[in-house]
């Protein structure tokens, strides 16, 4: 890091600066930037509190949010944010008392556990977790303070901070300006709790500070964040299954749905308001998905992996182990080819049941309907705070129309000893004609919208086993549980030779071991530089607001690239004050460090450790970052902090926003 030009001390980002920087909703990254509690993260990070916020009278997706003053600042319902208090290496005592102690998972996770409840005790209303690495050899501590109290300060339009929508998304160059101010607030007496009028604002002990002054090709770049899950061991046949089983369902499932939903949600504007969230979060892992098969098969990833297996195959030191991890890899591939066409089909399972927004509901809440009919009391009314929720963001009309494509899928792509019983009746009693099949469903059903549920809830005589929709809900079900049954046996014996394979390369590699990723808090470092392709062509490093322009104006009549008539009178002005940069407007960047999900809204510091962007996404070479990193093609794309300080004071006109982060 010092070679590559850090110019602080170590000990000052693990110390001092990690002390800033949160965990976001436990799948996304903050950091607090002032004094007063500020945060900033990602609008996608945030985009869910944002969209339940809005209405048809305040559409804060089109037209964005700004607090005037912390008396306009909105709380966001289901927003956490956690604050690491300890991180200690306590290997010691775990592994004294995983002494004699069988292998197995379930046999050391009941003693870490036990650790983790002495911990609890220890530090009383805090989130305690042990996490452990090298082969169960090295445990780390977290203890860390959650707060509830969060609250909204201001967004840009959706049509600027994702500019580009999903045509631009996972690609470089981008355009983005993909942030959200949040601020934290506590109880008088300085205890985190839930929201309350008489809140204040958190004082954190360590803030980031903000820096305008820019960066230069080559310079030293450093992200920190809580990175989500990966494998970088996965072998060759783990690489197939993901490529092969587990991503074709989600891709063509999730792709059928979004095609319906945009189509709703461009014809009417109160559906985009509903369906915003629901789009960008299917859309944002179906490409995904996509990109990750395709970079598999133009990396030959699965060779490569091959490869490498062998590799480690020779390095044995005599032929009984060699033989020995070979057969390992031998009953991996076994069990998952052997569980293939099982797998495929829990895939549908699973896409469909969160696509069909009704039976999910039945699937997640419904099968309390007798309980709580019963009960009364407390159960009816959590019951109907449940129903009020899911039902505020749901269309009748859209959820019957994403039903019938979907279970269309179920029917052409599933052999009938896959598919659940129901489909049986279809053909005998509906002639196969599956629109009219779900149009008596979504007609019939108590389930279909929130006024007819809420009413039979009232209805004593009501029998939820009979409704239409229940019985159907509870058909897929049962036929996924059959599923699942058939090949947990299966995965079981594979998951047991891939935990023994990798126990064998982490020997092997023990050297250079580097744990995966597991949403606790990792830095990564770099530098500022541009995107070399292997067909010769470059991608510089930088974005400015003229290709925002120049992007907009060649995409005309594509909603991806609508932009307010506002920002196009900024731009024409040129006015952009102390964030210009030779006439023009900085807005995003890339840096050659090691990111995943979990990373969104981590801060991008420079070798001063001042915040100079945000991670917000990754380019479409690195899709396959998670298993195969490659940091000569992938890339980590940050949003220019002073695109974010120019919309922030030239377009929001939120001056004391800005005298809060830059001091002045």
Not at 193 to 202: C, E, R
Not at 259 to 270: A, C, G, N, T, V
Not at 512 to 536: E, F, Q
Not at 559 to 566: G, I
Request: glycine fraction near 8%; include cysteine; proline fraction near 3%.
């Amino acid at each position: 890091m010092k070679k590559l030009g850090l110019k602080i001390p170590v000990e000052d980002i693990v110390d001092d600066l990690s002390q800033a920087i949160i965990s976001f909703n436990g799948n996304g990254t903050a950091s607090f930037i002032s004094r007063a509690g500020l945060l900033v993260t990602n609008y996608h990070c945030a985009s869910a509190g944002i969209q339940k916020s809005s209405s048809d009278e305040h559409n804060y997706i089109r037209d964005g949010f700004w607090a005037q003053n912390r008396g306009e600042e909105i709380p966001l319902s289901g927003v956490e944010v956690s604050i690491n208090r300890v991180i200690k290496d306590i290997s010691e005592e775990v592994n004294a008392k995983l002494v004699g102690v069988k292998p197995e998972h379930s046999a050391r996770f009941k003693v870490i556990n036990s650790i983790v409840e002495s911990y609890r005790k220890q530090y009383p209303g805090m989130k305690v977790n042990i996490r452990s690495y090298r082969d169960y050899t090295l445990h780390v501590l977290y203890v860390s303070q959650s707060f509830q109290d969060v609250r909204l300060v201001g967004a840009p339009p959706f049509a600027i901070a994702k500019f580009g929508g999903e045509t631009d998304n996972w690609t470089w160059p981008r355009h983005g300006c993909d942030f959200a101010f949040l601020r934290v607030y506590v109880s008088k007496d300085g205890k985190s709790t839930g929201y309350h009028a008489d809140n204040v604002p958190y004082h954190p002990e360590v803030y980031l500070k903000v820096s305008a002054e820019g960066y230069e090709k080559g310079d030293y770049a450093m992200s920190i964040g809580y990175p989500g899950f990966t494998e970088r061991n996965a072998t060759s046949m783990l690489i197939w299954e993901r490529q092969n089983v587990l991503n074709p369902p989600l891709i063509k499932v999730r792709t059928a749905r979004q095609e319906i939903l945009q189509k709703f949600m461009r014809e009417d504007e109160s559906l985009r308001i509903k369906y915003a969230e629901k789009f960008a979060s299917s859309a944002n892992y179906c490409k995904n998905s996509i990109g990750v098969n395709q970079w598999i098969e133009d990396l030959d990833v699965c060779k490569k992996k091959a490869e490498q297996e062998q590799e480690f195959l020779n390095s044995c030191e005599n032929d009984s182990v060699c033989q020995a991890y070979a057969g390992m890899l031998q009953t991996m591939e076994k069990g998952i080819r052997e569980s293939a066409r099982y797998r495929i089909a829990l895939g549908y399972y699973v896409e469909v049941r969160n696509g069909c927004e009704m039976l999910n509901f039945i699937s997640g809440f419904g099968r309390s309907v007798p309980y709580v009919m019963k009960e009364k009391g407390e159960s009816m009314r959590n019951f109907v705070v449940n129903v009020k929720m899911h039902y505020k963001d749901y269309s009748e009309k859209v959820d019957r129309a994403v039903t019938k494509a979907l279970l269309k899928l179920v029917r052409d792509d599933l052999d009938a000893d896959l598919q659940p019983n129901f489909f049986a009746t279809l053909k005998t009693d509906y002639n196969g004609d599956i629109d009219r099949f779900v149009d008596e469903m979504y007609e019939q059903s108590a389930f279909a919208n929130e006024e007819r549920l809420l009413a039979a809830l009232k209805n004593p005589n009501w029998k939820v086993e009979d409704d239409f929709a229940y019985k159907i809900a509870g058909q897929m079900e049962k036929k996924d549980r059959e599923i699942f049954a058939l090949v947990s046996k299966k995965l079981d014996v594979v998951r047991k030779a891939q935990y023994q394979y990798n126990k064998g390369r982490l020997n092997f590699h023990q050297e250079d071991y580097y744990p995966d990723a597991d949403k606790t808090i990792r830095l990564s470092y770099g530098t500022i530089c541009d995107l070399p392709l292997g067909n010769g062509t470059v991608k510089p490093y930088q974005t400015r607001l003229s290709g925002v322009m120049a992007k907009a104006d060649a995409n005309a009549g594509n909603p991806d690239f609508d932009l307010p008539e506002k920002l196009r009178t900024l731009w024409g002005r040129k006015d952009f004050g102390r964030y210009g940069e030779n006439g023009d407007l900085p807005t995003d960047f890339i840096m050659n460090g090691d990111v995943t999900g979990g990373n969104s809204g981590s801060p991008l510091l420079n070798a001063k450790g001042e915040l100079i962007g945000l991670v917000f996404d990754c380019n479409w070479e690195s899709m396959t970052r998670d298993f195969n990193f490659d940091q000569n093609l992938h890339r980590v794309i940050c949003l220019d902090v002073r695109y974010l300080l120019f919309i922030t004071e030239k377009y929001a006109h939120m001056n004391y926003i800005i005298a809060e982060i830059l001091g002045k």
